[in-house]
C-alpha cells in the first residue's frame, strides 16, 4: 500500500488552450501557485485489474484510464486499485485534477519503484492534466517553454500569500476543462490574441513575485483571469463558468480594494472566486466574502507545499 498527498493550485496567470501535438502541452505560459488547505490523498494497492475510486464512488475516468495507458507504453504499472479522497468539492473549479495526477503519479512512482526526478513526475502528471504538473511544487511554480515542465518560481517563504476562496456552488462543472479549451481555440474570435499576449503577462507576473511588488501582481493576475474568461465567453457555443455571486464576489473584492485593502481575485473554469491577499487582510476578505449573499462557505488557505508521500 502506498500513500501520496498533493494540494491543488491556482493559476494567477492562466493556462487556457493546447499545442497541436501530442503530449497535452500547453499554449501558453502559466504560473500558479499551491494551496495548503485543499488536499488530495490518493492510496494505491496492487489489483487483479484497474479500479479507480473517488471520494468512496467507483468511476469510470478515461483521462485516469489514458494516463495509465500512457504510462504503460513507457514504464511497467501493474494493475493498480486507486482510491482518492479530496478534502474539498471535485470537478467545480477547484484544480481536482491538478493535484488528482499530480498525488497519482507520486503514488505511482513510490509504489513501483520507479525513483523518478520530480521534473520527471511532473512531465508525466501534465499528460494527464498539464496543471497537474505544477501541483508537484509547493509555493509559486512556472509551466513554460520551452520544455514546458513545470519548475518553483519561489518558495513559500519567499512572500507567504493567502487565498481565501468563496464557494458559490459544489456541482460538478457541465463542461470540463479539456474540452472547453478545445471548443476556445477552435471558435473564439480572440483566442489568437491571447494565445500572443500571455508571454508578456507571465514575465509582468514573474517580476511582480520577484519584487513582491502586490499591486503589480494584482493588476496582471486580474487581468489574466478576465482574458482567459472573456475567450470562453466568446466560444461558440458560449462557455460561462460564472454565477451571480461569482460577480458579486469580484465587485466585493473591488470595493475592498478602493478601500485600501491589498486583494485581488482569480477564477478557473467553476464559479468558485479565489481571493489573494496579505496576510494581514485575510480576516477582513473573509468576512467581506462571507456576507455575500450566496457565498456558501469561505475557507483560508495559505502557499502549500510539494506532492509527497506519506507513511
Ligand atoms: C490553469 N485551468 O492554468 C487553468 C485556468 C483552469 C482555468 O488548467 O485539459 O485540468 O487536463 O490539461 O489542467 C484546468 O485545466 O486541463 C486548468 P487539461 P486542466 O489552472
Same mark, same amino acid.
Given at each position: 500500500m502506498t500513500k501520496a498527498l498533493a494540494h491543488p493550485n491556482i493559476a494567477l496567470i492562466k493556462y487556457w488552450g493546447k499545442q497541436d501535438k501530442l503530449g497535452n502541452f500547453p499554449a501558453t505560459p502559466s504560473l500558479s501557485i499551491t494551496l495548503d488547505g485543499l488536499v488530495t490523498e490518493t492510496v494505491l494497492t496492487d489489483g487483479s485489474t484497474d479500479r479507480f475510486v473517488i471520494n468512496g464512488k467507483e468511476q469510470d475516468d478515461p483521462k485516469v484510464a489514458g494516463f495509465l495507458g500512457a504510462l504503460r507504453a513507457s514504464l511497467s504499472v501493474p494493475p493498480l486499485e486507486i482510491e482518492t479522497v479530496n478534502n474539498f468539492p471535485t470537478g467545480a473549479g477547484l484544480a481536482s485534477s491538478a493535484s488528482g495526477f499530480a498525488a497519482l503519479m507520486t503514488a505511482i512512482n513510490a509504489h513501483c519503484q520507479f525513483g523518478l526526478s520530480t521534473e520527471m513526475m511532473s512531465d508525466w502528471a501534465r499528460q494527464g492534466s498539464a496543471s497537474?504538473?505544477?501541483?508537484?511544487? %509547493?509555493?509559486?511554480?512556472? *509551466? =513554460?517553454?520551452?520544455?514546458? !515542465?513545470?519548475?518553483?518560481?519561489?518558495?513559500?517563504?519567499?512572500? /507567504? *500569500?493567502? =487565498?481565501?476562496? #468563496?464557494? $458559490?456552488?459544489?456541482?460538478?462543472?457541465? &463542461?470540463?476543462?479539456?474540452? %472547453?479549451?478545445?471548443?476556445?481555440? #477552435? $471558435?473564439? /474570435?480572440?483566442? /489568437?490574441?491571447? &494565445?500572443?499576449?500571455?508571454?508578456?503577462?507571465?514575465?509582468?507576473?514573474?517580476?511582480?513575485?520577484?519584487?513582491?511588488?502586490?499591486?503589480?501582481?494584482?493588476? &496582471?493576475?486580474?487581468?489574466?483571469? *478576465?482574458?482567459?474568461?472573456?475567450?470562453? @465567453?466568446?466560444?461558440?457555443?458560449? @462557455?460561462?463558468?460564472?454565477?451571480?455571486?461569482?460577480?458579486?464576489?469580484?465587485? %466585493? =473584492? !473591488?470595493?475592498?480594494?478602493?478601500?485600501?485593502? #491589498?486583494?485581488?481575485?482569480?477564477?478557473?473554469?467553476?464559479?468558485?472566486?479565489? +481571493?489573494?491577499? *496579505?496576510?494581514?487582510?485575510?480576516?477582513? +476578505?473573509?468576512?467581506? @466574502?462571507?456576507?455575500? /449573499?450566496? =457565498?456558501?462557505?469561505?475557507? &483560508?488557505?495559505?502557499?502549500? %507545499?510539494? #506532492?509527497?508521500? @506519506?507513511?
Open positions: 497537474a504538473a505544477r501541483s508537484m511544487y %509547493g509555493g509559486f511554480v512556472s *509551466l =513554460v517553454p520551452p520544455l514546458w !515542465r513545470a519548475y518553483p518560481a519561489a518558495n513559500v517563504d519567499h512572500w /507567504p *500569500l493567502n =487565498v481565501v476562496i #468563496a464557494i $458559490t456552488s459544489e456541482e460538478k462543472k457541465d &463542461v470540463g476543462s479539456t474540452e %472547453g479549451m478545445r471548443r476556445t481555440a #477552435a $471558435t473564439s /474570435p480572440f483566442y /489568437p490574441a491571447w &494565445v500572443k499576449d500571455a508571454p508578456e503577462d507571465y514575465a509582468t507576473a514573474s517580476e511582480a513575485i520577484a519584487q513582491r511588488d502586490f499591486a503589480a501582481l494584482a493588476g &496582471v493576475a486580474e487581468l489574466s483571469c *478576465l482574458k482567459m474568461h472573456s475567450i470562453m @465567453l466568446t466560444s461558440v457555443p458560449t @462557455l460561462s463558468y460564472w454565477n451571480p455571486t461569482t460577480l458579486s464576489c469580484m465587485d %466585493g =473584492v !473591488r470595493d475592498m480594494r478602493r478601500n485600501g485593502i #491589498a486583494a485581488f481575485f482569480t477564477i478557473d473554469a467553476g464559479p468558485q472566486v479565489k +481571493v489573494v491577499c *496579505l496576510p494581514d487582510s485575510v480576516e477582513q +476578505v473573509q468576512a467581506t @466574502l462571507r456576507d455575500i /449573499p450566496g =457565498v456558501l462557505t469561505t475557507k &483560508v488557505c495559505a502557499l502549500g %507545499g510539494n #506532492a509527497r508521500i @506519506l507513511d
